[in-house]
């Protein structure tokens, strides 16, 4: 059988132990030379862990608070994607081509907490629905003005100011936000006899509380005889 550890509070007193199907097995009392989890996983004593998990458990779950399993951990690496059907649990399907490896990625001690007690998120404050934000499509829609200086006959400088609303759907989240949306561009536009090339750099924020993109678009096109683009 699995062995469960847990790391928690009860009356004041920080512990760990054992979680089982009547409760949990106060460990910190019985391995009392283990001050806490981690000792025991750095004395690699996981298996006097396992011979003290026995008999009648000493707390019922819904006595005790849970804390993270490691308390005050020197640093957290998290593995992500960790056996081979977990990417076919996303809801945009597998991976393809499947995974070599797992992912991993750090987690600070403070983003993470026992089970039960929500997390303190405070980017949540002040109109943020979600500390996640993970658009899948934005269309974006609004009134703009738009400045042009002939810098010379060949060579025009522009730029354009795009404020507006978004309609965003996020992954993992049902439904769309509207969303207050500004984008900002400046670039130059080469016209020769036959050619027309333009650089413009973008700046996109899709909502103001956090969300940004930025980067460059470049585009050619032939002219026809006339100075004005071909079909």
């Not at 025991?40 to 003290?52: D, I, K, N």
């Not at 997390?119 to 658009?135: E, K, M, N, Q, V």
């Amino acid at each position: 059988m699995a062995l469960r550890l847990a790391s928690f509070t009860v009356n004041g007193h920080e512990s760990y132990g054992a979680v089982t199907d009547q409760g949990i097995v106060d460990l910190g009392r019985k391995l009392a030379k283990y001050p806490t989890l981690r000792d025991v996983l750095r004395a690699q004593a996981v298996g006097e862990a396992r011979a003290a998990a026995t008999g009648a458990a000493d707390y019922q779950l819904k006595d005790v608070t849970m804390l993270p399993p490691i308390p005050q951990p020197e640093k957290n690496i998290c593995v992500g994607i960790n056996y081979p059907d977990r990417g076919a649990e996303y809801k945009d399907g597998p991976v393809r081509p499947p995974q070599k490896y797992p992912n991993l990625f750090m987690r600070v001690p403070t983003s993470l907490v026992g089970t039960g007690p929500a997390p303190h998120a405070p980017l949540a404050t002040g109109g943020s629905r979600r500390l996640f934000w993970d658009p899948r499509f934005m269309v974006a829609g609004g009134p703009y003005t738009r400045i042009a200086r002939d810098l010379s006959e060949s060579w025009t400088a522009t730029a354009r100011l795009f404020p507006g609303v978004a309609l965003v759907e996020e992954r993992g989240a049902a439904g769309s936000d509207l969303v207050p949306h500004l984008t900002a561009e400046a670039g130059a536009r080469w016209e020769g006899m036959r050619l027309s090339a333009s650089l413009d750099l973008f700046y996109s924020q899709g909502r103001f509380d956090g969300y940004r993109a930025y980067g460059a678009r470049i585009s050619v096109s032939a002219l026809d005889g006339r100075g004005a683009g071909s079909p």
